[in-house]
């Protein structure tokens, strides 16, 4: 199956080339997909979720994982999982070869999504995704 390679529209580092397994096969509420990024590159921005739980699942390649305050050495045969709410987390690739890993998690109508690095949020349905700064978000029964 041919890749696709994205570069998030908010980290000018990103850039991975993602074969989405899943969608081939016609499944819906699980998202699984064989992702390749480049050395020096991330793959996509440092965020979290607060619906969906994540997992990902190294194949060969090394990087570095940055979750939360920490950074870790990750490999093949690392896995890591990032159940709801998750902290925010990206991957890095800090090696000379490629990053090859398994990416996936849950398929649900709404997610949202926090972007902390860039001060925004993401808000997911079916048909849209809209990002908005966080400092325009008010609460509905604040004065």
């Known amino acids: 199956m041919p890749g696709v390679t994205v570069h998030h529209p908010l980290n000018p580092d990103s850039e991975i080339?993602?074969?989405?397994?899943?969608r081939a096969t016609?499944?819906?509420?699980?998202?699984?997909?064989h992702a390749t990024v480049p050395p020096g590159k991330e793959s996509l921005i440092y965020h979290s979720h607060t619906a969906?739980?994540?997992f990902m699942y190294v194949l060969s390649g090394n990087g570095l994982l940055r979750a939360g305050d920490e950074e870790t050495a990750i490999?093949?045969?690392d896995f890591m999982g990032f159940a709801t709410p998750s902290i925010p987390h990206t991957v890095r690739n800090s090696g000379t070869e490629p990053l090859i890993y398994l990416v996936?998690?849950?398929?649900?109508?709404l997610e949202q999504a926090s972007f902390p690095d860039q001060g925004k949020r993401l808000f997911r349905s079916t048909n849209e995704s809209v990002i908005v700064?966080?400092?325009?978000?008010?609460?509905l029964f604040d004065e």
Do not use: A, I, Y
């Not at 080339?17 to 899943?22: G, V």
């Open 17 to 22: 080339e993602m074969r989405m397994l899943s």
């Open 133 to 139: 700064d966080e400092r325009d978000l008010k609460n």
């Open 52 to 54: 969906e739980e994540e």
């Open 26 to 33: 016609g499944m819906q509420r699980l998202g699984v997909s």
């Open 104 to 109: 996936g998690g849950e398929n649900k109508e």
């Open 75 to 77: 490999g093949p045969g």
